[in-house]
């Protein structure tokens, strides 16, 4: 910086001035340096701070590199505000069809330049990418595995509901209540037996001294959106 502010002011003096520290500590530095370049960047004959052909050579250099300095600092800044930058997301099945969406769409209204990639996959898979630092962060609706407690944070983002719904012929479909043998009673679409909210499903039947096992379960679908169509249909 002494050496760009003696080429614009053209004067030791008054780059001394304009930074705001005295004219020998000027020179004091300029001496370093040429010393420690074994070369000399000023001739020292002429009232007007005038370069060598080394100093011109330094002097292009040095002002690309401070304005590279000041372009990196704007850069994190703007990577601090999110006015740039990029965000790896992941998502478990049914959060990736229904709530990422609308969350990705005032994220982009509030931070324009910043592009989101989403990835949906089992909670399983997505807790291991962030875990491995292939995601940033993800939403899922299940459990993360027990071996990942320890490594990931995990915080409650919003509760979800969980509904039985039957299709409007159906005997039971005026009713505001179910026993539990008359849920044994009924035939049952529900999701893979692996999926997360499957699990869940089945933890909190037995909270509740419904057991899952005497459940009929007539099918299993790979997605909400498949068991909500199928039971509108009919099934």
């Known amino acids: ?27 004091f530095q300029i001496q370093n340096l040429e010393r420690n370049l074994n070369t000399i960047l000023f001739y020292r ?11 011109k050579l330094l002097s292009e250099y040095a002002i690309k590199i401070l304005s590279l300095c000041e372009e990196s600092y704007r850069s994190i800044k703007d990577l601090e505000n999110l006015k740039v930058g990029s965000l790896s997301i992941g998502a478990s099945q049914t959060i990736g069809t229904y709530l990422m969406p609308k969350l990705i769409g005032k994220f982009r209204e509030k931070y324009p330049n910043v592009a989101v990639r ?8 997505v807790a291991w990418e962030v875990a491995q630092g292939s995601l940033d962060l993800a939403i899922t609706g299940g459990e993360i595995p027990s071996e990942l407690e320890k490594i990931l944070t995990v915080q409650t983002y919003a509760s979800d509901e969980l509904a039985l719904i039957l299709p409007k012929n159906h ?10 043998n008359e849920l044994y009673e009924l035939k049952f679409l ?6 997360s909210y499957r699990r869940v499903l089945d933890n909190i039947l037995e909270q509740n001294l419904i057991d899952p096992e005497k459940l009929q379960i007539e099918m299993e679908l790979s997605s909400i959106e498949a068991i909500k169509n199928a039971v509108e249909s009919g099934l």
């Open 171 to 180: 005997p039971f479909a005026q009713k505001n209540y179910l026993n539990h």
């Open 45 to 55: 004959h002429t009232r007007k701070a005038q370069l060598t052909d080394a100093g």
């Open 190 to 195: 529900t999701l893979e037996k692996n999926s």
């Open 1 to 27: 910086r002494i050496l760009k502010a003696i080429v614009q002011e053209k004067s030791f003096k008054k780059a001394a001035e304009s930074l705001y520290i005295s004219q020998p500590a000027v020179s």
């Open 118 to 125: 989403l990835e949906v996959h089992s909670t399983r898979k």
